[in-house]
RNA sequence: GGGCCCAUGGUGCAGCGGUCUAGCACAUUCGCCUGUCACGCGAAAGAUCGAGGGUUCGAAUCCCUUUGGGCCCGCCA
């Protein structure tokens, strides 16, 4: 018999189906039993006798049934199934599933973190840990369709790199074939070169830093959601649509996932028609002015500046979201595009949402004789950066610039998580790939894996 | 890399010098229950209180060392 999707059961009252799923709840009653099973699409109360009390939670199993009516004083309102349940006439344990470490059919999954990293697959069982991730497939889907609305082209850039675009020293070295590569930080330098195919393209990608951060917020390996635009007017064009897809991401979350949103007992950040948009040095002054701490000759904004200034945005603006501008020059990735009026400052830009950075983006040096000074500037050798970054500028570069957003980061943000690894699947840290990596551990000698081929 | 904090059955917590033969909730096992939907009721099993050392007549509790974990800062998305 064919398998009927259990969102579908009510439109089979009377009608004898076929469900598969898991096993969520059993309610054993002597004579008689409940069990409420779980399939992709939704939740329904099957009754049998009981003999139906030998499954036990997270069991996949088959069964089949009739679905009746329930009379209304049995109506369960949290289900969308809560009119109907399945009368078992058969039903058969396709796999038994042992006790899972952690209550997971608690409504909330009261679980430490390492203890919930540690079990991910079990963890996964929990509705509030799958939201999570629906959540974040909803932001890479919203983030493709709109920039897809907007003529953008999606490509994929290579992560084994031979040099390191942001030119930092944070990148994890490869050994490749007795060459030494690195994992890519950014896509950046490949979607530069990308939009003088397509003017703009964007792409989601996994960018790796080996910085030392141990913070809530921080990964060794994420994705980043990059877009990059050509021919712009001015590159408050680029602000404008990095404001825009944000606002995309939101609406789509709105639409399609409040309940999500409910039962994380969160709001979407407010936002504003216009978001307000301030130069770093007024940020500062803005800062200093309520904190009474004097920031205003500072490079950047702290992590507290970034709240203070959030909270300015709420109260002046009804926003949220607050675009930082005009980043100083020398605390800027090289090729962004230093101010025509001001060369000590950079025509960037941060979107600094509910106290942290969300988004960060800029106009970048799109001549081809400034950005060979620039390389050369902070010590660099053009030819590490000749192919093929620097042949795309030879053949007709127009103005350009882009943005970036870490995955995860907004997926914490909006769900309003503690910690950037519960947004994360298998999240790569310091102390963790996976497996625990010890903090005294030993210096790293590269092994290869040993069903790996000896190269000599 | 710098600072602060935590460690008790499977999970989450309480206990903070003697009454702890370590308590509670959930999970587990068994029994009872024909209307529950986080079912209920009863019972049982399950912990050498992270590890090592010390102080004390006496340590889960105080001190030192160590291991593991968390948070904040720097840096960033």
């Not at 703009?200 to 830093?209: E, G, L, Q």
């Not at 309940?259 to 940020?283: C, G, H, M, Y």
């Not at 093929?388 to 007709?396: K, T």
Request: aromatic share 10%.
């Amino acid at each position: 018999m064919k398998r009927t999707l259990i969102s579908e059961t009510p439109n089979f009252i009377g009608q004898k189906v076929h469900i598969k799923g898991w096993v969520n709840s059993v309610r054993s009653h002597g004579k008689v039993t409940f069990a409420d099973i779980r399939d992709r699409s939704s939740l329904i109360q099957i009754v049998g006798d009981e003999k139906l009390a030998e499954i036990k939670p997270e069991y996949a199993v088959s069964i089949t049934g009739k679905i009746n009516p329930r009379s209304e004083k049995y109506f369960n309102p949290k289900l969308v199934t809560g009119q109907i349940e399945m009368e078992v006439e058969s039903f058969e344990i396709i796999s038994p599933s042992l006790d899972l470490p952690f209550d997971v059919h608690q409504e909330e999954l009261n679980v430490s973190l390492p203890v919930l990293l540690d079990n991910r697959p079990a963890s996964l069982r929990h509705s509030a840990t799958r939201d999570i991730f629906t959540i974040q497939a909803a932001i890479t889907n919203a983030f493709r369709e709109y920039l897809m609305s907007q003529d953008f082209t999606e490509f994929h850039a290579p992560t084994i790199v031979a040099g390191s675009s942001e030119g930092g020293s944070q990148v994890f070295p490869v050994d490749y074939f007795g060459y030494q590569a690195y994992l890519a930080q950014s896509p950046q330098l490949y979607k530069q070169v990308m939009i003088t195919a397509y003017e703009r393209v964007f792409t989601i990608a996994h960018a790796y830093r080996a910085e030392p951060s141990v913070t809530t917020r921080h990964l060794t390996e994420y994705v980043s959601l990059d877009a990059e635009m050509g021919f712009i007017d001015s590159w408050q064009d680029v602000v404008d649509m990095a404001d825009s897809t944000v606002k995309a991401i939101f609406s789509k979350i709105s639409q399609d996932y409040s309940d999500i949103l409910t039962r994380f007992s969160v709001t979407l950040p407010k936002t504003a028609d216009k978001t307000p948009q301030l130069k770093l040095s007024e940020a500062l002054k803005i800062v200093s002015q309520r904190s009474g701490r004097d920031v205003s000759h500072d490079l950047d904004l702290d992590p507290e500046g970034e709240r203070e200034i959030c909270r300015w945005a709420l109260e002046e603006h009804g926003s949220d979201l607050v675009f930082i501008t005009h980043f100083p020059t020398k605390k800027r990735a090289w090729y962004s595009y230093a101010d025509p009026q001001n060369p000590e400052e950079t025509l960037s830009f941060d979107l600094i949402g509910c106290g942290v950075e969300w988004i960060s983006g800029s106009q970048r040096i799109s001549d081809y004789q400034q950005l060979l000074d620039k390389i050369k500037a902070i010590g660099q050798k053009p030819e590490d950066y000749e192919y093929p970054y620097l042949q795309a500028f030879r053949y007709g570069m127009p103005p350009e610039g882009g943005f970036a957003l870490g995955l995860e980061r907004i997926t914490q943000n909006i769900l309003g998580l503690d910690n950037i690894r519960q947004a994360t699947l298998f999240p790569r840290d310091m102390e963790r790939i996976d497996v625990h990596l010890p903090k005294h551990g030993k210096p790293f000698v590269f092994v290869p894996p040993s069903n790996a081929k000896k190269n000599k």
